[in-house]
């Protein structure tokens, strides 16, 4: 069983990345529309209620960021 207090999905596209996030703990949906550049999406997730747990559409320009994430 996980310990994640946010659950995130991330839909990422070459031009931007589609983020929504739900708090375990208060049931808040944050969702935001981001550049898709790694230390942006990071940044975003950081601020999130912690720990997080993140996932996202596979495909080629997600991986990247799943490896930066991890």
Known sequence: MGVERTSVGLDVHARS??????DGV????????????TDTVIEW?????????VTYEAGPTG????????
């Open 63 to 70: 991986f990247g960021l799943a490896r930066a994430l991890a």
């Open 17 to 22: 990345v589609s983020a929504a996030a739900i």
């Open 26 to 37: 208060t049931g808040e949906l944050i969702k935001k529309r981001l550049v898709p550049t």
């Open 45 to 53: 997730v950081r601020g999130l209620p912690g720990p997080a747990a």
